[in-house]
């Protein structure tokens, strides 16, 4: 409940009215401060009295005392926060001490300071004004003020390497079990304890240390395999158990990682602290302790700041950082006010040789300046996180174990990969000679040879390591470049099992694991739980998947566990760094196969049961690519195979040619215009056009597959079963071009926002001033200007280039003498935006805005 003081009349008009309508939007309800609102029954038996403070002069800008602009109430009538605002010209913050001198009078814990287009959430508990992009909720800061942070408690809470267990199982330490030196290790590993390790009880430690020097924002670079997720729950267990956060969000950056994180903070934690995913409690998840959310899920149309306010989490922690804080996706990262921590495994100095004169398409350049983003979010500047273990720590210190890289290249690859690239001669269709060269980013894509990838098939499958317990191939993720090549790799693999182990396989060895195969993500849950497609093909007693083979393209890069992993296969070029660190970070766990093995006797005769080395197959240079000089334990020369011909090497002509005339009708009579009239039609569209949409909302809500999919978060499969099964269908002959124009919108649609409005997940269409606000307020909570006086001009600049073919080709040609004629930003509004900002918004805007939804 807000009192608005009558002296808001001295401020900017622009600022109160946007001011009064980001409260409403986000809640709150207005009183008028008059004299009759000391009588004012708010609650039964609840009275507010005035609020006026004494000692007022008539200038309140100008006085050391003055009128509360806002004083916004709790759910009882009492002072909750005071709102100080400023005209849109003045910097918020020079309001700060005005409002502490307002907020100690009204007993009041939280500030406001806003002059409507720049917001500061200040809690006096917690430090210092924290820049928000939209104002927090009632109930959002009512459940906020219930916890009071104590850092100096954070601090000095003794972390031990059983923190998490004491969680587990309390009492275990008085355990006969664990007493006996004996069962010590089968107690350990039957009830899946899990102890800290010296060096995340060490990243702890240096979080302390951060919180201790008044930092509220971490970032861990810990190598894949090393326990992030472990020390994560340990640090929310932290935060909670100390009452320095009593809700956290956990963010993830792809779905399958979604379940997995959840299911392994619940597993930990569970005992103490509620874990949910957001999608499937979306009225619940005020009750959790931790929320586990895909970013792209609350990034999509901005969801999250409908379904959040600043206020709701105390502590955000960001998965795989730089991918899930990339981009735009920073926004939902920097929406929240309190405690960060950021965790990648891909250390900023892997791109050290790359200078800033790379040029912007190099996704070298593209991953340097994500990774440089990511530091600079977390308060990195200097390049050094808050605490670093990398892969080479953990195969010092026994934890983690190289690869063995087999650098196996054909003719072909090798032709592909050098500077000339593949060269293929051809006649064109008028009998002239002509030559085309194809270099490694065609593979598969414009490039296809058969002989290669058999080539490929037949060198991985002789030289992969076997399982030491059955003999059989070695569980393996194979990395495809499309869904079709790894369709094709599945197919080849499956036969040359058929002929090296004749009868074993049934079409299972191989499996085709990638986002448009229908269980895809159960697939890679059963593979990592040994049984996918069955179990024990080998051996009885012996608990191993009977498929030994994953084809995927990018579902099993991130976060996937699967530690008795033996062979990765690149049989697809890797140009982002990313990808390749994470992609052999696959196999970088160790692993004992006897936990697997159910035969006592036979146990007793395996000589080398430990995973010691994992193969990495790279057939297309990606380790060169990254790491020159590199050591390669092997290196293969592959069989000679035989050049393509031109037709197998070419694309083909685009379509055939249409020989002879079409068959038209031309009428030759004379006509005249009979009536004639005009109608402008509304947002809501012509009737036919809303029936229309209508119609297809009714056929994709009664499909039964759609409905599924979307429960699921599946959206790569949504969208393309929308493609491909109920668009351009004989019965309407829908399209996405109808449906936006159906939807009567002033921007671009995209399918996926049409099927969110349809299945409920957001209310409306935005309009596209709605979403330029929006993504100018990120862009304000990514830079905080400090020309305060020019945001005005700034954001007009930001709205016109992102909106406006004709603005971008301006700025872009630097032909500024056309702003004089241009009816969306003119010369003199350029001349209002400070320098600086001339060339940081065109160049924010194409790193982090899609301009295609902007368009009509």
Same mark, same amino acid.
């Given at each position: 409940?807000?009192?608005?003081?009558?002296?808001?009349?001295?401020?900017?008009?622009?600022?109160?009215?946007?001011?009064?309508?980001?409260?409403?939007?986000?809640?709150?309800?207005?009183?008028?401060?008059?004299?009759?609102?000391?009588?004012?029954?708010?609650?039964?038996?609840?009275?507010?009295?005035?609020?006026?403070?004494?000692?007022?002069?008539?200038?309140?800008?100008?006085?050391?005392?003055?009128?509360?602009?806002?004083?916004?109430?709790?759910?009882?009538?009492?002072?909750?926060?005071?709102?100080?605002?400023?005209?849109?010209?003045?910097?918020?913050?020079?309001?700060?001490?005005?409002?502490?001198?307002?907020?100690?009078?009204?007993?009041?814990?939280?500030?406001?300071?806003?002059?409507?287009?720049?917001?500061?959430?200040?809690?006096?508990?917690?430090?210092?004004?924290?820049?928000?992009?939209?104002?927090?909720?009632?109930?959002?800061?009512?459940?906020?003020?219930?916890?009071?942070?104590?850092?100096?408690?954070?601090?000095?809470?003794?972390?031990?390497?059983?923190?998490?267990?004491?969680?587990?199982?309390?009492?275990?330490?008085?355990?006969?079990?664990?007493?006996?030196?004996?069962?010590?290790?089968?107690?350990?590993?039957?009830?899946?304890?899990?102890?800290?390790?010296?060096?995340?009880?060490?990243?702890?430690?240096?979080?302390?240390?951060?919180?201790?020097?008044?930092?509220?924002?971490?970032?861990?670079?810990?190598?894949?395999?090393?326990?992030?997720?472990?020390?994560?729950?340990?640090?929310?267990?932290?935060?909670?158990?100390?009452?320095?956060?009593?809700?956290?969000?956990?963010?993830?950056?792809?779905?399958?990682?979604?379940?997995?994180?959840?299911?392994?903070? =619940? !597993?930990?934690?569970?005992?103490?602290?509620? $874990?949910?995913?957001?999608?499937?409690?979306? %009225? @619940?998840?005020? #009750?959790?302790?931790?929320?586990?959310?895909?970013?792209?899920?609350?990034?999509?149309? =901005? !969801?999250?700041?409908?379904?959040?306010?600043? $206020?709701?989490?105390?502590?955000?922690?960001? %998965? @795989?950082?730089? #991918?899930?804080?990339?981009?735009?996706?920073?926004?939902?990262?920097?929406?929240?006010?309190?405690?960060?921590?950021?965790?990648?495994?891909?250390?900023?100095?892997?791109?050290?040789?790359? %200078?800033?004169?790379?040029?912007?398409?190099?996704?070298?350049?593209?991953?340097?300046?994500?990774?440089?983003?990511?530091?600079?979010?977390?308060?990195?500047?200097?390049?050094?996180?808050?605490?670093?273990?990398?892969?080479?720590?953990?195969?010092?210190?026994?934890?983690?174990?190289?690869?063995?890289?087999?650098?196996?290249?054909?003719?072909?690859?090798?032709?592909?990969?050098?500077?000339?690239?593949?060269?293929?001669?051809f006649k064109d269709d008028n009998g002239e000679d002509q030559k085309e060269a194809y270099k490694q980013r065609a593979f598969e894509k414009r490039f296809f040879s058969e002989a290669t990838n058999q080539i490929f098939c037949k060198v991985f499958l002789e030289r992969a390591y076997r399982d030491p317990i059955s003999g059989e191939i070695g569980k393996s993720i194979v990395f495809a470049v499309s869904q079709h090549h790894a369709s094709k790799l599945t197919q080849i693999l499956n036969k040359m099992a058929d002929k090296m182990f004749p009868g074993k396989y049934h079409s299972d060895f191989a499996v085709q694991v990638t986002s448009h195969v229908t269980d895809a993500k159960r697939f890679t849950t059963n593979f990592k739980n040994n049984n996918l497609l069955g179990t024990a093909n080998f051996l009885s007693t012996y608990r191993t998947s009977k498929a030994r083979i994953c084809v995927t393209v990018g579902m099993m890069t991130t976060g996937y566990d699967c530690p008795d992993l033996l062979n990765i296969g690149l049989f697809r070029p890797v140009f982002s760094p990313t990808d390749f660190i994470q992609i052999k970070g696959r196999g970088t766990r160790k692993h004992n196969f006897l936990e697997q093995l159910f035969d006592d006797d036979l146990k007793e005769s395996i000589n080398q049961p430990c995973k010691t080395a994992f193969k990495l197959f790279d057939f297309f240079a990606n380790c060169e690519y990254f790491e020159e000089g590199f050591n390669y334990d092997e290196v293969l020369k592959l069989p000679r195979v035989k050049d393509p011909d031109s037709e197998d090497a070419e694309e083909g002509n685009g379509g055939a040619s249409v020989k002879g005339k079409p068959v038209t009708y031309e009428h030759l009579g004379s006509d005249i215009i009979h009536t004639i009239e005009e109608e402008v039609i509304g947002h809501d569209g012509m009737k036919i056009d809303r029936m229309f949409f209508e119609k297809f909302e009714d056929t994709i809500r009664k499909n039964a597959n759609i409905a599924s999919a979307v429960e699921s978060g599946e959206w790569d499969k949504v969208i393309d079963y929308v493609n491909h099964e109920i668009f351009d269908k004989p019965d309407q002959y829908y399209s996405l071009d109808k449906l936006r124009k159906a939807a009567s919108v002033d921007r671009r649609l995209g399918l996926r926002e049409i099927l969110e409005k349809i299945f409920g997940l957001i209310p409306r269409f935005k309009t596209k001033d709605e979403l330029l606000e929006e993504e100018f307020s990120k862009f304000v909570a990514d830079y905080k200007p400090e020309e305060i006086e020019s945001l005005p001009a700034i954001k007009n600049y930001f709205k016109a280039y992102a909106s406006s073919d004709q603005v971008r080709h301006i700025i872009e040609s630097k032909q500024y003498t056309d702003l004089s004629t241009n009816a969306i930003l003119t010369t003199r509004d350029f001349k209002a935006v400070p320098e600086k900002y001339r060339t940081l918004v065109p160049n924010y805007i194409k790193d982090y805005v899609s301009l295609n939804q902007f368009a009509a």
């Open positions: 409940m807000i009192i608005q003081n009558e002296f808001m009349k001295y401020k900017e008009a622009t600022a109160r009215i946007k001011i009064n309508k980001l409260l409403e939007a986000a809640g709150w309800r207005f009183f008028d401060d008059d004299k009759s609102l000391a009588n004012i029954q708010l609650e039964p038996g609840i009275t507010i009295t005035t609020h006026v403070l004494d000692g007022l002069g008539e200038n309140f800008e100008k006085t050391s005392k003055g009128f509360i602009d806002f004083l916004l109430l709790n759910e009882k009538g009492f002072p909750l926060i005071v709102l100080e605002a400023k005209a849109e010209d003045r910097n918020p913050l020079i309001g700060k001490e005005q409002a502490r001198i307002y907020a100690h009078s009204q007993n009041c814990r939280f500030i406001i300071l806003s002059n409507g287009n720049l917001h500061y959430f200040w809690d006096l508990k917690r430090g210092n004004p924290y820049v928000i992009t939209s104002l927090p909720t009632p109930e959002s800061v009512i459940g906020y003020q219930k916890s009071i942070p104590d850092p100096k408690r954070l601090v000095t809470e003794i972390v031990d390497s059983d923190y998490i267990v004491r969680t587990q199982r309390p009492g275990y330490a008085e355990e006969a079990a664990w007493k006996n030196d004996g069962e010590r290790e089968s107690f350990i590993d039957g009830n899946n304890l899990r102890f800290l390790r010296p060096y995340q009880k060490t990243a702890i430690s240096a979080l302390q240390d951060a919180v201790k020097s008044d930092k509220d924002k971490f970032l861990f670079e810990m190598a894949t395999g090393t326990g992030k997720t472990l020390t994560s729950a340990a640090i929310i267990k932290l935060f909670l158990r100390t009452e320095n956060a009593r809700r956290v969000l956990f963010l993830v950056d792809r779905l399958e990682l979604e379940d997995q994180a959840h299911r392994d903070i =619940n !597993k930990v934690l569970f005992n103490d602290y509620t $874990t949910v995913i957001y999608k499937e409690q979306r %009225d @619940e998840w005020r #009750r959790a302790s931790v929320v586990v959310s895909t970013v792209q899920s609350l990034l999509f149309n =901005n !969801k999250y700041q409908q379904l959040f306010s600043p $206020t709701d989490f105390d502590l955000v922690i960001s %998965d @795989e950082a730089h #991918r899930s804080i990339g981009g735009n996706a920073r926004a939902v990262f920097e929406y929240f006010i309190g405690y960060k921590l950021g965790l990648t495994a891909t250390p900023r100095d892997y791109l050290k040789k790359y %200078d800033d004169s790379t040029e912007k398409k190099d996704p070298r350049e593209l991953e340097r300046r994500m990774l440089l983003d990511t530091y600079r979010t977390f308060g990195c500047d200097d390049g050094q996180p808050t605490f670093r273990y990398s892969l080479l720590d953990g195969v010092k210190d026994g934890f983690l174990i190289n690869p063995t890289v087999v650098d196996a290249r054909s003719e072909v690859t090798a032709q592909l990969l050098s500077d000339g690239g593949f060269t293929v001669e």
